[in-house]
Structures are given as C-alpha cells and as structure tokens.
C-alpha cells in the first residue's frame, strides 16, 4: 500500500521550534518530488517547501524562508520539515506529498494524478 504518514505536528508558543516528520511506504521515495504544504483555517492549501529528485535542490516561499528547512533521509524513506521561529501565522495543517514529476511546482502537485498525500498534522503557534 502506498503511503505518506505525517507526525510531529502539536502546540508551541511564538518563537519556539517543531520538527515535522513524513514516512514513505510502499514506493521508491528517492525518485519523487517531495512538496509541504499546509493549509490554514478558511485559506487554500498552499505550497511551502520543496526538493527536488533531481539534483536535490530545494525551494522555501518567503513566509518560511531562513526559518524553515526541508531535508530527506532515503534510507529511511523520510522527509523532514524543520520549522524555526515559529509564528502565529503559522498555524496550520501541515502536509507533505510526493510526485514523480512536479519538480519544484507546488501547482503540479495539485493537477497531479499520482501524487501521494499524507493524511496532514496540525500546527499550533500560540501568540
């Protein structure tokens, strides 16, 4: 079975530090795009993070970027979100997904037909 399972997610105040984990089964995650998302109450789902299969490259939108790192651990079919410095504007629920072919496009994720969700974990920030 093909799966995406998200965990770490929880309640932090402003300012404090979380570290997001999403495990891969049931297909070869070193050959996929792997994208974060998240999704705050009454907002589309956004893209926030991504790495390339490619070269490895990686990509932050600027709400994130300098306080947030994406990294993987192939051998453990693993791709992490370090999340510093957290904000109340960031609370959200978090997502990660996988995609053989969207590159670094957060949209092609969306369109995708075989992309892989994980199921999402929420984020808390208290101000």
């Known amino acids: 079975e093909v799966q995406f399972v998200e965990s770490g997610g929880g309640l932090v105040q402003a300012g404090g530090s979380l570290r997001l984990t999403c495990e891969a089964s049931?297909?070869?995650?070193?050959?996929?795009?792997i994208g974060w998302f998240r999704q705050a109450p009454g907002k589309d789902r956004e893209g926030i993070s991504c790495?390339?299969?490619?070269?490895?490259?990686?990509n932050y939108v600027a709400s994130v970027k300098g306080r947030f790192t994406i990294s993987t651990d192939n051998a453990k079919n693993t791709v992490y979100l370090q999340m510093n410095s957290l904000k109340p504007e960031d609370t959200a629920v978090y997502y990660c997904a996988a995609d053989a072919s969207a590159g670094c496009d957060y949209e092609e994720f969306f369109v995708s037909l075989s992309s892989i969700w994980g199921q999402g974990t929420q984020v808390t920030v208290s101000s």
């Open positions: 790495i390339s299969s490619s070269d490895g490259s990686t």
């Open positions: 049931g297909f070869t995650f070193d050959d996929y795009d």
